[in-house]
């Protein structure tokens, strides 16, 4: 039996529609993968915008007393978006007392050296008085009459702090830290005639912690163009 023509067109129509129905379908599943796959990029690339930096300058163990100035570059604005500034400035001696018991019994005590970093700084906010003490302290020990004895001691102790971003901290130049060592020793108990004695080196570090938000890298802008140009190919509607 033969076909009519005109039904012959009309399933020739049909399944010409079916066709493009499913060629469409499957553009659209290819957008919401790509769309997907843009996104999750771009959560990825988000996670890890954070940054840091950091730069240190010190002045290394030397003989008491001393002045100086500590400095490390500011921030570049170039990297990004600077969020936050974190710092520490570190103290810490080596010292060598020497006792000697000039009584005619024995005697026991302690002794300490103390050094004080008096701190400035135009960036740098510091509250209190001193700025920085670092003290070390030998513990407690005995002299026979007329023994001396040279006890070795060290101590470390830091100051911690956090700063807005400011001008300060931006641009080409340094953030500076002017810094002065005051030396003092001392002894406790013994309770007779102590002649005492110290030599002592101290050292002084900055670190400048640079918290920011990286500018965009190209790899970043193309998934975000990718996601878009996906989402708008899938808002097509299907016929």
């Known amino acids: 039996m033969r076909t009519r023509p005109w039904l012959e067109k009309t399933n020739r129509c049909t399944r010409e529609g079916r066709r493009s129905r499913h060629a469409r379908m499957r553009g659209w599943s290819a957008g919401a993968a790509l769309a997907l796959w843009a996104l999750v990029g771009l959560g990825l690339s988000g996670a890890a915008s954070a940054a840091t930096i950091s730069f240190s300058d010190q002045r290394r163990l030397t003989n008491v007393d001393f002045s100086g100035t500590l400095s490390v570059p500011r921030f570049d604005v170039s990297l990004g978006s ?3 500034v974190r710092w520490t400035v570190t103290g810490a001696i080596a010292s060598i007392l020497g006792a000697t018991n000039n009584a005619f019994v024995p005697v026991s005590g302690s002794a300490h050296t103390r050094v004080v970093f008096e701190l400035g700084s135009t960036a740098l906010s510091f509250g209190g008085s001193p700025d920085l003490e670092v003290i070390a302290t030998t513990g407690s020990f005995g002299l026979s009459p007329g023994e001396s004895a040279l006890v070795p001691i060290t101590a470390m102790d830091a100051r911690i702090g956090t700063e807005l971003p400011g001008p300060g901290f931006l641009g080409p130049g340094t953030v500076d830290l002017d810094f002065a060592t005051l030396t003092s020793f001392g002894a406790s108990g013994f309770g007779g005639n102590l ?10 570090r900055l670190e400048v912690v640079y918290d920011f938000v990286p500018v965009p890298e190209p ?6 163009a990718l996601g878009l140009a996906a989402l708008a190919s899938m808002r097509r509607p299907l016929r």
């Open 219 to 224: 790899s970043t802008a193309m998934l975000m």
């Open 82 to 84: 600077l969020s936050e």
């Open 195 to 204: 002649t005492l004695s110290q030599r002592t080196d101290a050292a002084i």
